[in-house]
């Protein structure tokens, strides 16, 4: 099987060695994986102007050339998934059956967006004069920028990446300090489909507000897209107004898992555990609060407890394994605090609460918190961990307050039976995204992104297109 580790940034179709370089390791087991070259700004804008000098061909190519280059890449994607997969296993720490699951999950955007590359149309409008004639056209905004995060290295550059280019327009990425192995692979890849010089260009770097300042207030940057928290993506949006770039963040979430007394108990655990363990719990979208109607408590939190325990928590590299380490250090610190400081208040914890240090220093237990309050640290705060937080409530009424009582509005899910009850919740609940009766909500297909603080504009489907183009106006006289 191949290596597709690259170590040197990627711009204008070519390796650019860099002398300063930093440390990718592999969270299971702390040994080094490789020494990344470290992009500073001038390098970034070396990057930003090769992706301007690409943009007029990549541009003008007819439609159907531009897809048939993204099914290549697709192709190239799943014929060495594999060696991705290992890859991404070991410098981001999850399963290699969830790795290769990601690198399936990150190409169905590359060949979706090759199939919109070919859908995207305009407008005639109806004739609002004898003279004249009008329409509308959809056009690549031009050069792009995209910073992605460490927990899910190939999916979360792929839809950035793959509707800019089914739109025409050429891209720069900041993959993740702590990741960046992935996302030069399928450079690699796309490199080798024929995808021309600068169209894609990634830049690793540790100097996020340098190579971040470049991505976001460069004038021949047009679109700017993050995946990140809050706090950042605020910062980022703000640099970005300097010349009014379009833009499209997802950011942080505190997603609710609700549990109404008709819903069927056993299934809302399965797609709990569906939900909540997919890398260690260190998604996006993951439940981070629980909240299960009083009627109903004791029988789900018994059948969760059981469904926890049969988890299996080892290096991803090894057989059968349900999660793997968290990514580094700082995450277990922040899983620990939240547990103490719940623990602390009066939440009890029926199961973990501790690293498995027999195991590994970055692997955490399974753990599950009942009694857990709305005030506490774990309810306010993004976990990013395998821990269930969960709390009760008496009615409909009171759990879809407590479901909304958030500034986030990423992801919701809910379990009930009663046909009515689904309409009315699904009307209620503040979110981008909603699974009900459901764990798993992420498609190519689906429109991703969230509401409030969680972001603007969406990934996927045919809105995802939409993000990376200029709608522009035809007017047309001289009939008379």
Known sequence: ????????????????????????????????????????????????EAAHRALPAWRSRPAHERANLLLKWFEAMQANKQALAEL?????????????????????????FAGEAERSYGD?????????????????VGVCSAITPWNFPNAMITRKVAPALAAGCTMVVKPPQLTPLSALAIAQLASEVGIPDGVLNIVPSTDSKGVGKVLTEHPLIRKFSFTG?????????????????????????????????????????????????RNAGQTCISANRVLVQESVLDDFVNKLKTAMQN???????????????????????????????ARDQGAECLLGGEV?????????????????????????????????????????????????????????????????????????????????NAGAISHAYNAFGGVKESGIGREGSRYGLAEYQETKTLTLGGFA
């Open 1 to 48: 099987m191949r290596s597709l580790t690259k170590t040197n940034a990627f711009i204008d179709g070519h390796w650019v060695p860099v002398d300063q370089r930093f440390t990718v390791t592999n969270p299971a087991t702390g040994e080094t994986l490789a020494e990344v070259a470290d992009a500073d700004a001038a390098l970034a804008e070396r990057a930003v």
């Open 229 to 277: 928290s809050t706090e950042v993506g605020k910062q980022l949006m703000q640099q970005c107004a300097t010349n009014v770039k379009k833009v499209s963040f997802e950011l942080g979430g505190n997603a609710p898992f609700i549990v109404f007394d008709d819903a069927d108990i056993e299934h809302a655990v399965e797609q709990l555990m569906i939900c909540k363990f």
């Open 311 to 341: 988890l299996k928590v080892a290096a991803g590299s090894a057989d059968d394994v349900d999660y793997g380490p968290l990514i580094n250090q700082a995450a277990i610190e922040k899983v620990e605090r939240l547990v103490s400081d």
């Open 124 to 140: 005639v409008l109806p004739l609002q004069s004898t003279d004249k004639r009008v329409s509308i056209v959809k056009q690549g």
């Open 356 to 436: 498995l240090q027999d195991v590994g220093e970055l692997f955490y237990a399974p753990t599950l918190l009942t009694n857990v309050s709305s005030t506490m640290d774990i309810a306010q705060e993004e976990i990013f961990g395998p821990v269930v937080a969960v709390q009760s409530f008496a009615d409909e009424e009171e759990g879809i307050r407590k479901a909304n009582d958030t500034p986030f509005g990423l992801a919701g899910y809910f379990c009930a039976q009663d046909y009515r009850r689904i309409e009315r919740v699904s009307t209620a609940l503040e979110c981008g995204m909603l699974g009900i």
């Open 88 to 112: 991404m296993c070991a410098e981001q720490g999850k399963p290699i059956a969830e790795a290769a699951g990601e690198i399936d999950y990150g190409a169905s955007f590359v060949k979706w």
